[in-house]
């Protein structure tokens, strides 16, 4: 499953996946960080043989996750007895939707996965100054995305902040997405490193800035790839989806249950529970009218 590995800079590792997806290793002077951990031990196998093989195996390895999507941190237990980093609300979204995610998402599983939570978790910014490595909410793609910034080598890893041509969007704030992309501009360094679109520059920041405001303005977009249109037409109803998620959040008052959620919202719409790995589609397929009623039946039973 591992397509290749690149050395970047004076001390970055990618390592790139098969699916489009990569996680990145930053060789520092005291520690070895790993920013994200892909779908199981299999994916890890690879990045602890790199570290064996250059002779690494002694430093410490720190990992850190850059949100809570299952294809980010389905290999934390391989490190479970590590530190392993991310924003206080990755370990919460974590807590809400691991074992859900877990259950839908079963057929990317690459090898075993055994769920690893964050063990240290920070709120505005985590610094490690011996290594010139930093950690900063960067909230986006979802309500938990954070940034790693290499200072020593110039480059900030993103996660999936900077996607091209176009993001995925999993967090209903726009603003707050703007506002983010805005910053990872100012900061200026030599290079980012985007999960699924490998080394990204400020052109595709701006792509990016520029879509997201059209959007939060409501403007008419359309794409000369049918693909890109479907992660369009998704972003449009997904935000709905987080919206309704947050209402319902909200109502429940503390016993909010995410697979709850999941289940009754999508039974108002003769979706079955078992089908819901296939929630891309049905959310695609169903009018945002549609939705809405759906949302205003479930919510009058809460």
């Not at 995305?145 to 996607?163: F, H, N, Q, R």
């Not at 999960?195 to 701006?206: E, L």
């Not at 891309?280 to 939705?291: H, I, M, R, S, V």
Request: aromatic share 12%.
């Amino acid at each position: 499953m591992l397509k290749e590995i690149k050395e970047i800079g004076q001390r970055g590792v990618i390592f790139q996946y098969e699916d489009q997806n990569l996680v990145y290793l930053i060789k520092g002077d005291k520690r070895l960080y790993l920013c994200d951990t892909h779908l199981g031990n299999k994916s890890m196998q690879v990045v602890k043989d790199y570290i064996n093989d250059k002779g690494y195996q002694d430093k410490e390895l720190v990992i850190f996750n850059s949100h809570s999507d299952y294809d980010h941190i389905w290999g934390n237990g391989v490190f479970a007895d590590n530190l392993i980093i991310a924003h206080q609300s990755t370990l919460d979204r974590f807590k809400i939707r691991g074992e859900y995610d877990l259950e839908m998402k079963n057929d990317f599983k690459n090898g075993e996965v055994k769920l690893a939570q964050p063990n240290l978790t920070f709120v505005d910014r985590l610094y490690f100054a011996d290594d010139e490595i930093e950690f900063v909410y960067a909230p986006g793609h979802t309500i938990d995305s954070a940034i790693c910034i290499d200072k020593k080598d110039s480059t900030v890893y993103v996660g999936d902040l900077v996607e091209t041509p176009i993001p995925m969007i999993f967090w209903e704030d726009l603003d707050g997405f703007i506002k983010t992309l805005k910053y990872l501009k100012n900061i200026q360094p030599k290079r980012y490193i985007a999960s699924h679109s490998g080394i990204v520059n400020k052109k595709d920041i701006n792509g990016n800035l520029d879509y997201l405001q059209k959007l939060n303005n409501c403007e008419e977009q359309n794409f000369k790839h049918d693909g890109i249109n479907r992660i369009h037409k998704f972003n449009k109803k997904n935000i709905l989806m987080q919206q309704f998620e947050k209402m319902a959040r909200d109502k429940s008052k503390g016993n909010f249950n995410y697979k709850d959620f999941k289940r009754n919202f999508w039974n108002e719409l003769g979706v079955e529970s078992e089908d819901l790995n296939r929630e891309f589609d049905y959310l695609l397929a169903t009018g945002e009218e549609k939705l809405k009623n759906a949302f205003k039946r479930y919510i009058s039973g809460i």
